[in-house]
T-cell receptor
Framework: DAGVIQSPRHEVTEMGQEVTLRCKPISGHNSLFWYRQTMMRGLELLIYFNNNVPIDDSGMPEDRFSAKMPNASFSTLKIQPSEPRDSAVYFC???????????????????FGEGSRLTVL | AQTVTQSQPEMSVQEAETVTLSCTYDTSESDYYLFWYKQPPSRQMILVIRQEAYKQQNATENRFSVNFQKAAKSFSLKISDSQLGDAAMYFCAYSGRGGADGLTFGKGTHLIIQP
């Protein structure tokens, strides 16, 4: 089975440009997460979707960041306008529902994509 | 809010020896999950081991085992017979059992394996 697929793997852009990162979760998983990883701050949860609905977006840094999940097999993270401090590795991860407990929530075990390394000059 | 603390930024061990990575966490919940993830230079995050808080027995996966001390809120990872391929960043992570949130990660421990 294919794992979580992210694109692009690398993105270099100039300050002020729009950046769109894409993610395809594992089929059958009901939860999707966007994380940002930097040396200074480590892994930070940006947003969590359950059944395509944003559950917790308290980690989204500011209005320049937005995330969507139009269907169960696709999500985007957009930064507009981008700034040099947005340079980081952005991970998408997905998780499956807990067996016997319906479709709300997840098992807690996250499967990560390979990440998108963003450099904003 | 839950917090996860890894107090060892870097650890070094001789190949074939045993090493223990420390992790403490803070939560007011009684049931939750704890994880150790490995991130090699390829940067792919790989699950190493998982512990459910309601289970008293410590989880084990081949050469990897944990020492889960619920009262002390401690969750250490022991790697036995260390191999060169174990060199990586190791992250401790917490998740509430209800699955209503994402994982909270510690800052990581960089493990170096000396040949």
């Amino acid at each position: 089975d294919a794992g979580v697929i992210q694109s692009p793997r690398h993105e270099v852009t100039e300050m002020g440009q729009e950046v769109t990162l894409r993610c395809k979760p594992i089929s059958g998983h009901n939860s999707l997460f966007w994380y940002r990883q930097t040396m200074m701050r480590g892994l930070e949860l940006l947003i969590y979707f359950n059944n395509n609905v944003p559950i917790d977006d308290s980690g989204m840094p500011e209005d320049r960041f937005s995330a969507k999940m139009p269907n169960a097999s696709f999500s985007t993270l957009k930064i507009q306008p981008s700034e040099p401090r947005d340079s980081a590795v952005y991970f998408c991860a997905s998780s499956s529902p807990t067996p016997g407990q319906g479709t709300y929530g997840h098992t807690g075990e996250l499967f990560f994509g390979e990440g998108s390394r963003l450099t904003v000059l | 809010a839950q917090t996860v603390t890894q107090s060892q930024p870097e650890m070094s061990v001789q190949e074939a020896e045993t090493v223990t990575l420390s992790c403490t966490y803070d939560t007011s919940e009684s049931d939750y999950y704890l994880f150790w993830y490995k991130q090699p230079p390829s940067r792919q995050m790989i699950l190493v081991i998982r512990q459910e808080a309601y289970k008293q027995q410590n989880a084990t996966e081949n050469r990897f085992s944990v020492n889960f001390q619920k009262a002390a809120k401690s969750f250490s990872l022991k790697i036995s017979d260390s191999q060169l391929g174990d060199a990586a960043m190791y992250f401790c992570a917490y998740s509430g059992r209800g699955g209503a949130d994402g994982l909270t990660f510690g800052k990581g421990t960089h493990l170096i394996i000396q040949p």
